[in-house]
């Protein structure tokens, strides 16, 4: 049997967009949404999935709006991600350091986690960063997420919460 999901993403962007997902989800013209848990309007978002029981996944975001880890000098200029186009050029230039990628990327687990109490049930990225060409070619996300036995763990660990 073929299952299509339909997944919408930037969920906690704003208030806006939190209540039309949730008003799909309620008419179910989506299966799931994507949190982006560095957003403004995130709390509200996990809060207003866990009141629909929306399934959720990590809307991971290296290219708008403020880190979740404040300390990645390699990406981020003025407080703030690069945006799209600087995140793409830095990575060409090689001027992106690996190991902040992964800081981020496991904040973002980690807020995911206390925002919903749950871990995430896909990963996703926010401008499509989890396609570009210095992260895959780095085996970034390979490295940090590996799934075995329903846990979703770091560094090839199993986890000890689900």
Request: charged share 20%.
């Given at each position: 049997?073929?299952?299509?999901?339909?997944?919408?993403?930037?969920f906690?962007?704003?208030?806006?967009?939190?209540?039309?997902?949730?008003?799909?989800f309620?008419?179910?013209?989506?299966?799931?949404?994507?949190?982006?848990?560095?957003?403004?309007?995130?709390?509200?978002?996990?809060?207003?999935?866990?009141?629909?029981?929306?399934?959720?996944?990590?809307?991971?975001?290296?290219?708008?709006?403020?880190?979740?880890?404040?300390?990645?000098?390699?990406?981020?200029?003025?407080?703030?991600?690069?945006?799209?186009?600087g995140?793409?050029k830095?990575?060409?230039?090689?001027?992106?350091?690996?190991s902040?990628?992964?800081?981020?990327?496991i904040?973002?687990?980690?807020k995911?986690?206390?925002?919903?109490?749950s871990?995430?049930?896909h990963?996703?990225?926010?401008q499509?960063?989890h396609?570009?060409?210095?992260?895959?070619?780095?085996?970034i996300?390979?490295?940090?997420?590996?799934?075995?036995?329903?846990?979703?763990?770091?560094?090839g660990?199993?986890?000890?919460?689900?």
């Open positions: 049997m073929i299952q299509l999901v339909v997944n919408a993403d930037d906690g962007y704003c208030p806006e967009r939190n209540r039309g997902i949730v008003d799909c309620k008419k179910n013209g989506i299966s799931s949404t994507s949190l982006m848990v560095n957003a403004d309007f995130a709390t509200e978002a996990a809060q207003l999935a866990i009141k629909h029981g929306i399934p959720m996944g990590l809307h991971l975001n290296l290219t708008e709006g403020r880190p979740v880890q404040q300390r990645h000098s390699s990406l981020i200029s003025n407080g703030f991600f690069l945006g799209k186009f995140l793409r830095a990575l060409e230039d090689g001027q992106i350091d690996m902040e990628v992964k800081s981020e990327i904040g973002q687990v980690e995911f986690r206390h925002l919903t109490n871990m995430p049930i990963v996703d990225g926010h499509h960063v396609l570009l060409k210095g992260l895959l070619n780095n085996n996300l390979q490295d940090i997420y590996v799934c075995k036995n329903n846990f979703l763990g770091y560094f660990q199993e986890a000890d919460y689900v």
